[in-house]
């Protein structure tokens, strides 16, 4: 800013560098110069060439930038350069109704097409519809928009663009400069004459007063800038400036007047901004910016941090931001800010350590030494040109100040930059307190404790050192009974009371018990009332008298997330300034007592990396508020309020899939060829369909016009996946793997460092399931379900039948084993063990009465003409054991057997009855005598002797033979049992007649019957 405030009279003596300051004080608000925060970037940044001819910002945000190499756009995170069909420079810019930009340069005229697709945007050439393109076409030097139409400048020519044709302006001389404004568009011709460019084609000069004489009579005027639809400033060829105000028509000139007379240096360009400002660029001077009046509002120049002093454009974008073209740069300057900075790397010169306020100035120690900020600017104050540490205004009497700065080396008086005795400059002075009871007397703190001095006709003089501290001192406090409050930097806090003498006693060193539980971050601040002590999580009041006792109103709100309070300065009313340590950072916040209720946090203060603050300072004859920091000192305005600002804007920069496909780009408007991007949720429709082999899908977006300054921050969901929105995050991009098939709405939105969130960005793409999981895919799947399920069933009832096979096969199997299990079981149990002949049990499962008998292996046998039932003893068998032992007699039985069965035909049956006794049946298929067979077995048996172990033995046999059926013409008449028992009965009289012999029972039917119905007739066969 520059200027001054009007003064009341009163008079104050300054301490001034090499004489005396003396200043006319006033009791309004004296405004600093100063800048607004400014951030620039170098074109080797952003490699392109260094001269930079236009800036503009597109409808989405986008900031675009005419260069040797083309157009060059930014959208807040990529830069990007477009490039004219001739390859050549882009020098001027405008916008038409629609946002479309249109670019002029070297013989080209082209409009910018945003699209998305692989090729991005692109420029169009508007050549073709000139109205004689075969004369080719001169550097567009200037562009404007006048209502519906779009005109440029090229060399003589004017053209305007409406209706999508385009009509050409003609004057003697041709045209020097072009502007517009509210519909209005107006022309400097080449011989200095001003008209009125008509919508028809026509030119109307503009009539200029009969009476216009004086010193503000034109001059070769070079450069014209509508400020509205009847104010117009014109640059002349002397680098002044004029305002001329026109008639209701615009057509003639009724007051021409001297304009921004503040302004210096050559001109370049006059760039008409909103609310009637004026920007003029300079080529050597920078920027200026000119209020509604022709005042200057703002100069920026190199100081400023501009690349270069020769700014060629600018421009004002949506959210109230100053940008500049530069020969080597761009910058952005926010004019919205309450925030003001003095960069070290300028005219500050250091980081700044130490602050005092004065009613015409400032003055600021830096590590390089003494600054004096006032309405002129910076200037050091020599020689003192080491580390300033602390400075402070010593009333010595009415009207009579005297200001110290304190360094490494000692104490100065800024009078006369004396140095004081040397016993004054032992150690580091960190910190001047003016005594409080005594004019005369200063607390010096520094790294070896305090001391107290004390000025007499000589200067300053030591007069006591205060027991207590042992380190470096940063704050004290001299309280209303005339104790001192010293803050031992990050130690203890102490207090020193004066004895009776007035000295001060030893310190005593406030703990606990007094509420000092954090002395770490310990700092004193006097409110305009009272004093207190901000501690970690507290904030004590400093009583006279009695303990130190908490401030009522200090909200617990501050302990919240382990912070603590750094640095505090009070701005009287129950306000404060704080710098909180949270846990990584620092952050300035206001403070404001709400009575007994605490402290309410009322607004973070934005506008620089705070991380960068160290100590905070209030001037209460601005009502400002300092910060001082590693990089810049910062003032804060408290009782500004900046202008709303229109919400960020957030910007889809890039949708990729897996195949890398760019599926859109530098895109915010709903446009339907751009698939389902709008703003807003919307509809889904024109939805790109993604195959589910590319459902890899990443976004990158930006904030269009954001530098690092703004720390914007992004937020975004995929509704269909997440339907909750993440966290702000500075990271500008977003990728998902592997989505699966259904549809998908990509949100975006954007914050800024003011909490401003933008408008919702959305995105809708639809991914397609893959091809095994479509409708067809499904329907195949059914048909080979069908197919397999017949194959299955029929491998099924084949599987079930083999299944069947097997069980019969196993069941035959093992019947079959089951009936040769039982057939060896029944053999065993028919069978004799020691003969092997069958034994007695086969008969009782013979079908006794039918004259059949079965075999053990199942056949049955019914002879013809029936069996001869014969039972065969072994004569005088017991004797044999007797005599020669059992197992001889086993031996004879074993032989006896043998010759039966070898007596016996194939279809005869061999039996061991029992003991000795042997059973034969003889199938009679033909009539035989029983006399025959007889002598048959006796031989046999009696014929050779038996070979045993004892021996040779002569055995004999005695047998009795009977028929079965025993009555042929009944034979249901007796069973088996009947014949058995007759041929027993045979048996028994063959051994009653002398043994070695058989008896044959006979049928007879005309005998008479004996007592059991039986008509038998014996028959003796002797063996010889």
Known sequence: MEGGCAGSGREVLQALLLGTWLAIVSPCRADLAGDYPIWTVKTGQIGVSPQLWAVSELRNGVIAVGTPDGLLLYDGHTWLTVALANQHAARSFALDAEGRLYVGGVGELAVLALESGGEGPQLVSLLPELPHPETGLATVTEAVTAGEAVCFR?????????????????ASGGFHAITAAEGRLFALTGTAVLVRLLPDGETRSIVWPENFTGAAQPRGIRAIAALDGRRLVARQEDDRLIHFTLDAEGVALERIEPWGEQVRGRLNRLRALPGGRLLLTTYDRGAYLLDAAGRVELHVGLRSGLASPLV???????????????DGGLSRIDLRSSFREWPTSGDLGGRPLSLLAMPDGLLVGTTQGLMRLDASGWRRIEPLAMQTLALAEIELAAGQHEILAANAEGLYRIEDIGKLEPVLGRGRVASILPSRSRRDRIFLGHSLGVLEA???????????ALVGPAGHVRDMAELEDGSLIVVETGVAVWRFRRGADGAFLPGERLGEREGVRDASMATLVHDGKEWRLSLPGALLVLAAE???????????ALRDEGERIAELAAAGEGRWFALLDRPGRIWAEELRAEGAGGIRRVRELPGSDQREFSRVFYDPHRQLVWFAGSAALYSFDPGREPPAASPPRVLLREVRRADGVLIAAWLTVPLARHGGL?????????MPLLPASLADLSFRFSAPGSAPFDRIAFSYRLVGLHDGWSEFLEQPARAYDTLPAGHYRFELRARDHEGQISPVLSYAFAVSPPWFLTYWAYLGY????????RQAARLGARAARQRAERLERLIAERTAALAEANHRLEQAAFTDPLTGLWNRRLLSIEEHRTGKLRRPDGTVVRPRHGWLVALVDLDHFKSINDRYGHSVGDEVLCQAARRLRASAREDDWVLRWGGEEFLCLVALEQPVTEQELALRWLCAIGEEPFVTAAGAIAVTASMGLAHFPLDPAHPERFDLEASIQAADEALYRAKAAGRDRAVVLRWQSTREADERGRRLEASEVPRR
């Open 154 to 170: 090229a060399g003589p020519r004017v053209l305007c663009r409406a209706g999508g044709r385009f009509h050409e302006y003609a």
């Open 312 to 326: 060629t454009d600018g421009m004002l974008d949506s959210r109230g931001r100053l940008w500049l073209t530069q």
């Open 454 to 464: 004390e000025r007499g006709p000589e200067g300053w003089r030591e007069r006591q």
């Open 546 to 556: 009695g303990p130190l006792h908490e401030d009522s109103r200090w909200s617990a």
């Open 678 to 686: 709008s703003e807003g949720p919307g509809p889904d429709a024109h």
């Open 782 to 789: 059914l048909l080979v379900a069908l197919v397999l399920l």
